[in-house]
C-alpha cells in the first residue's frame, strides 16, 4: 500500500505544472523545433554576407530589407544573441535528455553488456558537444585579409605575423581559363622565426596556427606623379584604390577597372585574354571629392590635371590571402566523430547485437 502511495505521489508530480516543463524540455519535439530554427539559421547565414559594413547591406539588399539584415543580428548569425539562445537551450535539452536517460541506460548495460545500447546517448552528446565548440569556434575564431603583389611584405593585422608574398603564379589552361592560383608564401613571427610554403585554390598553408588561403587575385599599376613635369612620387595602386599628390590630396586618381587585353565591344568593355596584349586601365579623375572625368588609360600616356600628371605603366598581378584562425577546429572534428561513433553504434551494432542474441536463443 505505501509503495502504491509512493508511485502515485510521483505521478502526480510528474503531472504538474513544473513536471510538464520538464518532461518539454528535455522531449524530442522541443529539440526538433529548436534544430528545424538552428537549420534555418544557418542557411540564412550562408547566403547573407557575415560581418560586412552597414552601408554593404542598405546597399546590396535595400534599405528595408537591409535593415531587417541588421535589426535581426542576420549579418552576425552565428554570434547573434537569439541564436546563441536558441543553441543554449537546444544544449539544455540535450544535457536533460541525457542525465534523465542515463540510469535507463546503465541498467540496460549491466544486465545484457551490450554496447549498442550506448548509441543513442552517444550520438546525443556527440550533438552536445558540437553544438558547443562550434558556437565557441564561431566566438573564438579571427581572420585577417592581406594582399599585394609579388615580393611585397606586409604585417597581418595585429597578429604579431608578417606576411611576404615570395611569388604569385597563375596557371592558364589553352582556353586561357584558370586552371589554379598559386602563391609563395612565407610567414615571420616577432621571434624572427620562418615558415615557407604556397597557398592555392583548395589547399591552404598553415603556419603559427593560421590556415592561409589564397582567395582571389587582380591587377595592380605603377603610378608616377609629375608636377609641372617634375617628378613627386611613385605609387602602386590596385583595383578599387586611389592615389593623390602628397601636396594636392583634394586631386585624387582612382583605378577603377584594368583590361590585359582590352577590346571595346556593344556590350561595353571587356578583356579577350588575361594576357597583356592591349593592355588598358579605366580610371577615374577626382576633385574635392567629385568625378571630373572618367577615362581608359594606355600604359606610359601622361594624363594631364593642370599642373599634374599621372602615369600609369607596368600593371602587374597582385593576389589576396585569406588567413584564418580558429583554435576550436580540432575540437568540433573529434565532436563529429563522436555522433558518427554513437550512430554506428545505434544503426549497425545494436541491431547485429539484436540479430546475434535472437540466433542465441533459438539456438
Not at 558540437?130 to 597581418?156: C, D, K, R
Not at 595585429?158 to 586561357?176: A, M, Q, Y
Not at 565591344?265 to 593592355?279: D, S
Not at 553504434?345 to 535472437?358: A, F, G, H, I, M
Amino acid at each position: 500500500m505505501t509503495e502504491k502511495n509512493t508511485d502515485n505521489k510521483k505521478n502526480q508530480n510528474n503531472s504538474g505544472v513544473p513536471g510538464k516543463i520538464f518532461k518539454f524540455l528535455k522531449g524530442m519535439p522541443f529539440s526538433f523545433i529548436l534544430l528545424g530554427i538552428i537549420i534555418l539559421a544557418c542557411i540564412f547565414g550562408s547566403i547573407i554576407p557575415q560581418g560586412q559594413t552597414v552601408n554593404y547591406y542598405m546597399e546590396s539588399y535595400g534599405a528595408s530589407k537591409g535593415g531587417l539584415i541588421i535589426g535581426l543580428g542576420m549579418d552576425h548569425v552565428f554570434t547573434a544573441g537569439w541564436f546563441l539562445a536558441i543553441a543554449g537551450l537546444l544544449c539544455l535539452n540535450l544535457i536533460l535528455c541525457s542525465v534523465s536517460r542515463i540510469g535507463s541506460v546503465l541498467k540496460a548495460w549491466g544486465k545484457n553488456k551490450s554496447i549498442g545500447i550506448w548509441g543513442s546517448w552517444i550520438t546525443h552528446l556527440g550533438i552536445l558537444l558540437l553544438i558547443i565548440t562550434f558556437i565557441a569556434g564561431q566566438m573564438t575564431a579571427s581572420e585577417e585579409v592581406v594582399y599585394g603583389i609579388a615580393g611585397s611584405s606586409q604585417p597581418l593585422g595585429n597578429t604579431g605575423l608578417t606576411i611576404d608574398i615570395d611569388s604569385f603564379k597563375v596557371n592558364l589552361r589553352e582556353d586561357f581559363t584558370v586552371e589554379q592560383y598559386i602563391a609563395g608564401l612565407t610567414i615571420s613571427n616577432e621571434k624572427g622565426e620562418e615558415k615557407s610554403g604556397t597557398a592555392s585554390v583548395n589547399n591552404p598553408f598553415k603556419a603559427f596556427g593560421y590556415s592561409f588561403y589564397q582567395d582571389s587575385m587582380g591587377w595592380a599599376n605603377y603610378v608616377d606623379i609629375y608636377k609641372n613635369g617634375e617628378y613627386v612620387k611613385t605609387d602602386l595602386i590596385c583595383t578599387g584604390e586611389y592615389t593623390f599628390p602628397d601636396d594636392m590630396p583634394s586631386l585624387v586618381l582612382f583605378l577603377q577597372a584594368f583590361y590585359p587585353d582590352f577590346e571595346d565591344t556593344a556590350e561595353g568593355f571587356r578583356t579577350k585574354t588575361p594576357l597583356l596584349n592591349n593592355p588598358r586601365s579605366l580610371y577615374g579623375i577626382y576633385y574635392s571629392g567629385q568625378l571630373v572625368n572618367i577615362d581608359l588609360a594606355v600604359m606610359d600616356e601622361p594624363i594631364i590635371v593642370h599642373d599634374y600628371s599621372f602615369v600609369l605603366y607596368d600593371p602587374t598581378e597582385y593576389t589576396l590571402i585569406v588567413a584564418k584562425k580558429d583554435p576550436m577546429a580540432p575540437f568540433v572534428g573529434i565532436s563529429a566523430l563522436v555522433v558518427v561513433a554513437g550512430l554506428f553504434l545505434s544503426l549497425y551494432v545494436k541491431p547485429w547485437e539484436q540479430k546475434r542474441r535472437k540466433e542465441n536463443e533459438e539456438s
